[in-house]
């Protein structure tokens, strides 16, 4: 009586052709089910699947590129310093959310940084390349490049954050994935003169990015005719946040209270606060923003901060993108995600 019919030896890999005689259908077939096809009634899907899985068979990324025209890959860009970004949390988390997400749509992250001007050439001739499906950006400038270049080779794209270069609102529009930052900044200050608080200041982050400028304008909307000397900037770095406070303290040794822009600017005011013998809250009550899991509950006191939900936002940012892949609308669906004021010792 015949054995089962051999598989293929140890050392081969399995092959398309392979697939299709074990489940007992054309090439053509085993091909339109691998790649995602249409048109295949479910019981032969069942027996392809069945002896995908059997042989341990791994599709030609080349040829599956062919059939669907699509590279299985997205490109995240950050127009932030290589340092910055390998040692802020809220990158971590947001591109946690982002690989979490193409992991659902079994497609690959392409990380891809531009810190200066041969960083932009080269991603220019990787997008112009061809080599992803799709682009998810943040963390841009007013005047970064990247989105004429985005333009101009029509890569599907959404930012993260609003974006906030000239003529943006005049152009199409490209959703964009963002929280509520100005808001999140008027909660925040609205605490702290509940609090009593009667100087309070801020630590801005940097003006070329609207994050910023919505959570400044957040905090005058809740103090109209601030003293502008209770402003001082920063660059969401907690070494920034740390000469923020100081110049602060210089222009005013009265303040009361400080609504920092970012929980890392937060924790170096902090630094400050108590290298200079202020008591947080009870000299100075100190409000951050991000709530940053690796920073609000670690600082001493814990930090009070406006959550928003990075790993979700890169999550969301996914999903429209496949929205507009999939299903080949050019409209935007701009999502803003709503803010919490999370209420810890600092204030």
């Known amino acids: 009586m015949p054995g089962p019919t051999p598989g293929p030896p140890h050392d081969a890999r399995p092959t398309l052709e392979g697939v299709a005689a074990r489940a007992g259908v054309s090439r053509a077939t085993a091909s339109r089910v691998v790649n995602g096809g249409a048109g295949v009634r479910q019981p032969l899907v069942d027996r392809v699947r069945k002896a995908v899985e059997e042989l341990g068979y791994i599709p030609n990324h080349a040829a599956r590129t062919l059939v669907t025209r699509r590279n299985g890959a997205v490109a995240v860009i950050i127009d932030e310093p290589e340092a910055r970004i390998f040692s802020d949390p809220f990158f971590s988390q947001h591109i946690r959310g982002i690989s979490r997400e193409l992991a659902v749509h079994d497609a690959q992250l392409v990380l891809l940084l531009v810190e200066g001007s041969g960083d932009f050439e ?12 799709g682009v998810l950006a943040f963390s841009l400038h007013t005047d970064d490049e990247l989105p004429s270049v985005i333009r101009r080779f029509r890569v599907p794209t959404v930012y993260g954050g609003r974006p906030g270069r000239p003529g943006a609102a005049s152009e199409l529009a490209v959703p964009y994935v963002d929280c509520d930052n100005r808001g999140g900044a008027r909660e925040a200050v609205r605490h702290l003169v509940s609090l009593g608080r009667r100087t309070i200041a801020h630590i801005a982050g940097p003006r070329d990015q609207t994050s910023a400028l919505d959570r400044i304008d957040g905090y005058t909307d809740v103090l109209p005719g601030q003293d502008p000397a209770l402003v001082a900037d920063g660059d969401f770095t907690t070494e920034g946040g740390a000469r923020a406070m100081s110049q602060l303290l210089e222009r005013r040794p009265g ?14 005011a902090l630094r400050v606060l108590r290298e200079q013998g202020r008591r947080v809250p009870q000299d100075v009550a100190l409000v951050g923003f991000d709530d940053l899991e690796s920073v609000a509950e670690a600082t001493d006191p814990p930090l009070t901060t406006v959550r928003q939900d990075v790993e979700g936002m890169g999550r969301l940012m996914v999903r429209l993108l496949m929205e507009r892949l999939n299903d080949g609308h ?15 010792a600092s204030a």
């Open 122 to 133: 080269r991603v220019t001739r990787y997008l112009a390349g061809g080599h992803v499906d």
């Open 255 to 268: 303040l009361d209270a400080v609504f920092a822009a970012n929980d890392l600017m937060a924790s170096g």
């Open 330 to 344: 050019t409209a935007a669906d701009s999502m803003i995600i709503p803010t919490e004021l999370i209420r810890r």
